[in-house]
């Protein structure tokens, strides 16, 4: 079993700065692919960002890619999603998401592990 605590969300200007973090506990974290998916009002979870348990290859959503940046620092057992340059639209419950192969991909299914979320509210 692996738990997953989401923070560092909260409310910001667009055009500003969040850094989410993933804690981990449980199984070693470092054989568990990681991803960020966030959910808005009234639409389905979509995929953010995803890492392989090697911590390389980052993957982004089109919609994200050149302001959002996945880390991991698994001695810490924890992954980031350091999220600038915030839009409105970016407006969502994010969620942190563990996968028990290489790479989760960007198909909420393969994840194996969630947490709880945290709420990030950009305003125009």
């Known amino acids: 079993q692996v738990q997953l605590v989401e923070s560092g969300g909260g409310l910001v200007q667009a055009g500003g700065s969040l850094r989410l973090s993933c804690a981990a506990s449980?199984?070693?974290?470092?054989?568990?692919?990681t991803g960020w998916f966030r959910q808005a009002p009234g639409k389905e979870r979509e995929f953010v960002a995803a890492?392989?348990?090697?911590?390389?290859?980052?993957h982004y959503a089109y919609s994200v890619e050149g302001r959002f940046t996945i880390s991991s620092d698994y001695g810490k057992n924890t992954v980031y999603l350091q999220m600038n340059s915030l839009k409105p639209e970016d407006t969502a419950v994010y969620y942190c998401?563990?996968?028990?192969?290489?790479?989760?991909?960007?198909?909420?299914?393969?994840?194996?592990?969630w947490g709880q979320g945290t709420q990030v509210t950009v305003s125009s």
């Open positions: 998401a563990a996968c028990g192969s290489y790479y989760g991909g960007q198909d909420p299914k393969n994840y194996d592990y």
């Open positions: 449980g199984r070693t974290f470092n054989r568990y692919s």
């Open positions: 890492i392989t348990w090697s911590g390389f290859n980052p």
